[in-house]
């Protein structure tokens, strides 16, 4: 089959790798039909995550149709159009029976890469190096599904494919941060970063009854997708000093709740950006925790920050402080998308959900370098490529 | 140079740099008995998993294969874990069998004991789609920690 394979830092090509296969009997063979680029695959282009290898198929947001299921599959059948969470879950231990299914237990094969780096394992999760499992990603023309019974679910009628694809990964991404970070009615929520995951956040915090919801970017036609589309505000943050200008409109308090999803390769027009991209790039730190800085910053006195955007490993000038004497609440995970992907496809259905505004070029997997292209360097006003194998 | 053999450099020069950690590591461990596989009474370590089941797994003298097939070198101890967590399933060397490959093979099987305790088998990853795999000194570093996946760890 083709897919999209990972040759070294900024090097990826279109190439024909053997078909996957069922191993496991919970497994099942799913064509895939749209895979987006996601903001985190980034990160793995880069570089900046030391754990791939050339050779790696990488993509992990995806919906396809069932082709094959193992002997122990009950739920799913062939030809079921599913949209698949992009970590795997094992859906019987500890951590999947308390819906914390990035956490799976069961799932990552190289524990020892992600116990050495942050103390335990996580689960596994498509495409994105073997720290995360080393998993064959879903740029591919079929990708193996461990645990189909878990980690799919079948996308109702009437939703088209490019508003089901975000319902992998983006929607339930965005949407958990909004969740535990603990939006109510009459919050304040501040969003950092104006991607897919950021967009989603927002929307999410709307439908929590968040009163007023404000987003930060640098690309005007991101933040213009966030006030038409999602009917949120806005900030430009190369325009106007981003603390000072959420004092103003928070009342002098800061926002009840700061969700960042930038992740680890923020960018910022204040000085400790360079600080950060310097140390970065001489590998004294793995990741830039600028908008994390940032948004502990603003944050009010007891209230709450939640870290969706992806981080590897270590951070230089992290406002501990803040944290403690403000009395803080922090957060952050991986996506535990099996806890809200059957939520989100029905109000994907209801149409409370809109996502195919990220889908701003589609196009053959055969293209997909290109479209990684645009995506990096937010070219032709991309906001997602999603590809179709 | 350009900027993709600087930042590949950077990258070795990382992992040189996390290695030397790992060694200076060891050495702090040789010196200090606690990490030598010995709590502070002086007793052998356990390596230990948390198993979603019964409380009666406890009880079960049937041990999982992936165990069975240590147990001449290998003690096993089950015990119920707190708040409804399952069972907690220790494992560590028999007197005069302690070393470092006997751990590595004590964590694979603990791992793989509760994997088919909880799911009913073993999660297979190869064979797996993937490109060319040319020999990188990076890419060495991530194969071994892929071989001895399940054997490392801080478990």
């Given at each position: 089959m083709r897919a999209?394979?990972?040759?070294?830092?900024?090097?990826?090509?279109?190439?024909?790798?053997?078909?996957?296969?069922?191993?496991?009997?919970?497994?099942?063979?799913?064509?895939?039909?749209?895979?987006?680029?996601?903001?985190?695959?980034?990160?793995?282009?880069?570089?900046?995550?030391?754990?791939?290898?050339a050779g790696d198929v990488i993509g992990h947001e995806f919906i396809g149709e069932i082709v094959e299921v193992g002997s122990g599959v009950t739920k799913r059948k062939v030809g079921d159009r599913v949209a698949v969470s992009s970590f795997i879950s094992c859906g019987k231990c500890f951590y999947c029976r308390t819906e914390q299914y990035s956490l799976c237990d069961n799932t990552d094969p190289n524990p020892d890469i992600p116990e050495a780096l942050w103390g335990a394992a996580p689960g596994g999760c498509f495409g994105y190096s073997h720290a995360l499992g080393g998993w064959a990603g879903s740029h591919a023309e079929y990708i193996r599904v461990p645990h189909i019974d878990v980690g799919s679910f079948v996308i109702p009628d009437g939703v088209s494919d490019d508003r089901a694809v975000f319902a992998s990964d983006a929607a339930?991404?965005?949407?958990?941060?909004?969740?535990?970070?603990?939006?109510?009615p009459g919050d304040v929520?501040?969003?950092?970063?104006?991607?897919?995951?950021?967009?989603?956040?927002?929307?999410?915090?709307?439908?929590?009854?968040a009163e007023r919801?404000?987003?930060?970017?640098?690309?005007?036609?991101?933040?213009?997708?966030?006030?038409?589309?999602?009917?949120?505000?806005?900030?430009?943050?190369?325009?106007?000093?981003?603390?000072?200008?959420?004092?103003?409109?928070?009342?002098?308090?800061?926002?009840?709740?700061?969700?960042?999803?930038?992740?680890?390769?923020?960018?910022?027009?204040?000085?400790?950006?360079?600080?950060?991209?310097?140390?970065?790039?001489?590998?004294?730190?793995?990741?830039?925790?600028?908008?994390?800085?940032?948004?502990?910053?603003?944050?009010?006195?007891?209230?709450?920050?939640f870290?969706?955007?992806?981080?590897?490993?270590?951070?230089?000038?992290?406002?501990?402080?803040?944290?403690?004497?403000?009395?803080?609440?922090?957060?952050?995970?991986?996506?535990?998308?099996?806890?809200y992907i059957p939520m989100l496809l029905e109000r994907m259905q209801r149409g409370e959900l809109?996502?195919?505004?990220?889908?701003?070029?589609?196009?053959?997997?055969?293209?997909?370098?290109?479209?990684?292209?645009?995506?990096?360097?937010?070219?032709?006003?991309?906001?997602?490529?999603?590809f179709v194998p | 140079?350009?900027?993709?053999?600087?930042?590949?450099?950077?990258?070795?020069?990382?992992?040189?740099?996390?290695?030397?950690?790992?060694?200076?590591?060891?050495?702090?461990?040789?010196?200090?008995?606690?990490?030598?596989?010995?709590?502070?009474?002086?007793?052998?370590?356990?390596?230990?998993?948390?198993?979603?089941?019964?409380?009666?797994?406890?009880?079960?003298?049937?041990l999982p294969d992936p165990l069975r097939r240590l147990s001449s070198k290998v003690e096993v101890r089950f015990r119920p874990a707190p708040g409804d967590r399952g069972v907690e399933l220790a494992a560590r060397p028999r007197e005069g069998f302690e070393d470092e490959g006997l751990r590595r093979e004590i964590r694979e099987a603990l791992r793989d004991s509760k994997q088919l305790i909880e799911t009913g088998e073993i999660l297979r990853i190869l064979p797996r789609p993937e490109g060319a795999r040319p020999a990188t000194p990076t890419g060495a570093i991530v194969d071994l920690a892929e071989r001895i996946g399940k054997k490392g760890g801080v478990l």
């Open positions: 999209l394979v990972w040759n070294g830092i900024n090097k990826l090509t279109v190439e024909s790798v053997d078909d996957p296969k069922i191993l496991n009997s919970h497994d099942a063979i799913v064509k895939v039909t749209r895979t987006a680029a996601c903001g985190s695959d980034l990160h793995l282009l880069a570089g900046y995550v030391p754990t791939m290898r339930p991404t965005g949407w958990m941060g909004a969740d535990l970070a603990g939006v109510k929520v501040v969003v950092w970063g104006a991607g897919a995951v950021g967009q989603m956040a927002a929307r999410a915090s709307m439908l929590l009854g919801v404000i987003v930060i970017d640098r690309f005007d036609y991101r933040l213009r997708q966030v006030r038409d589309v999602i009917g949120a505000e806005t900030l430009d943050y190369t325009k106007t000093s981003v603390l000072a200008e959420l004092k103003e409109l928070t009342g002098g308090r800061g926002p009840d709740v700061c969700i960042e999803a930038v992740g680890m390769e923020a960018h910022s027009a204040r000085p400790d950006f360079a600080y950060d991209m310097v140390k970065q790039q001489l590998r004294m730190q793995t990741d830039r925790p600028t908008a994390v800085r940032e948004a502990i910053m603003a944050c009010r006195k007891g209230g709450s920050v870290v969706l955007g992806v981080f590897g490993g270590l951070v230089d000038k992290f406002p501990l402080g803040a944290v403690m004497n403000k009395g803080l609440t922090l957060r952050g995970a991986q996506v535990h998308g099996p806890r809109v996502t195919e505004h990220f889908a701003t070029h589609v196009m053959p997997l055969e293209e997909a370098p290109r479209g990684y292209e645009l995506f990096k360097h937010k070219q032709d006003d991309c906001v997602r490529p999603v | 140079m350009s900027k993709t053999v600087n930042r590949s450099l950077a990258v070795v020069l990382a992992t040189a740099g996390g290695l030397t950690a790992q060694r200076l590591w060891k050495l702090h461990e040789q010196r200090n008995p606690a990490a030598q596989g010995k709590d502070t009474a002086g007793s052998l370590r356990w390596n230990v998993v948390t198993i979603q089941a019964p409380h009666e797994l406890s009880v079960d003298a049937e």
